[in-house]
């Protein structure tokens, strides 16, 4: 069994005490400082308008089309945008607010409407500090509750049991990289909390991610437990793996 842990820093306590009144947002993002007016940034930073229109349209369409030239894919002449999920409070996204280089970041979901059935596209839909700028970027195939960082940590960790198990059972097959072409939810306890600008503080859940190299598919199980402080652990079940030539 493969067990890390991804944490993030602990003023996600803050999220607890959500409230509705909250003033514009006057200063750079301070996950160190002080607690409330982090809270009232968080919530001014997203009570602006969702990015909407060409621009977004634009700008989750180059992040689709890259990753199918990458990954030799169906290139769309036309997709469907799911609903903008806030991730404001993702460790990265959080880090690059405070820094000014963004204003904030969403996850959408991104159905390939004249391609092939297949999981949805997630793409990290970033706006720029400038308040107008828009920039997509390929964030996983399927449906994932792991938030930008995490699911990212936690790709290296599937990757390495993937092709761990790749070389074991067809040497022969080395891919350049691996990319799941499939992600699944498969469960969440009862106590799963809801998503707090991108995080989750409490609860776990699993997840199935798929591998399809050299015509090969991988299941790898991976279980997701928060920390209640921003973060999560992960195991990977070695032996529920399964592999299928």
């Known amino acids: 069994m493969i ?5 993030l820093r602990t003023w996600a306590a803050a999220l607890l005490a959500l409230s509705a009144g909250a003033s514009a947002l006057a200063a750079p ?7 409330d007016q982090f809270r009232r940034d968080v919530e001014a930073i997203n009570r602006k308008p969702l990015p909407d229109g060409e621009a977004l349209a634009r700008a989750v369409g180059n992040a689709v089309m890259v990753d199918a030239k990458v990954r030799g ?23 690059m607010i405070a820094a000014g280089r963004i204003e904030n970041g969403w996850i959408a979901s991104v159905r390939l409407d004249d391609c092939p ?30 938030w930008p960082t995490l699911s990212r940590e936690a790709l290296r960790a599937t990757v390495a049991a993937a092709s761990q198990r790749l070389h074991a059972e067809d040497p022969q ?13 498969t469960g969440t306890s009862p106590d799963l909390g809801p998503s707090q600008y991108g ?11 798929t591998f ?16 209640g402080a921003g973060g999560a652990w992960w195991d990977i079940d070695q032996p529920g793996i399964q592999f299928a030539k």
């Open 117 to 146: 059935p297949a999981d949805p596209i997630r793409v990290l839909l970033l706006r720029m500090a400038d308040g107008a700028t828009l920039d997509g970027v390929f964030a996983g195939q399927g449906e994932s509750l792991a």
């Open 73 to 95: 894919r169906c290139q769309p002449k036309k997709i469907s945008i799911g609903k903008l999920e806030p991730v404001t409070l993702d460790g990265m996204i959080a880090a």
């Open 212 to 227: 399809e190299p050299c015509s090969h598919r991988l299941a790898i199980p991976i279980a997701f437990r928060t920390n």
């Open 29 to 35: 993002l301070d996950p160190l400082g002080d607690p």
């Open 199 to 209: 995080i989750r503080l409490k609860g776990s859940w699993t997840e199935l991610w």
């Open 173 to 185: 097959c080395a891919p350049r990289e691996l990319t799941p072409t499939g992600v699944r939810v």
């Open 3 to 7: 067990r890390r842990s991804a944490r």
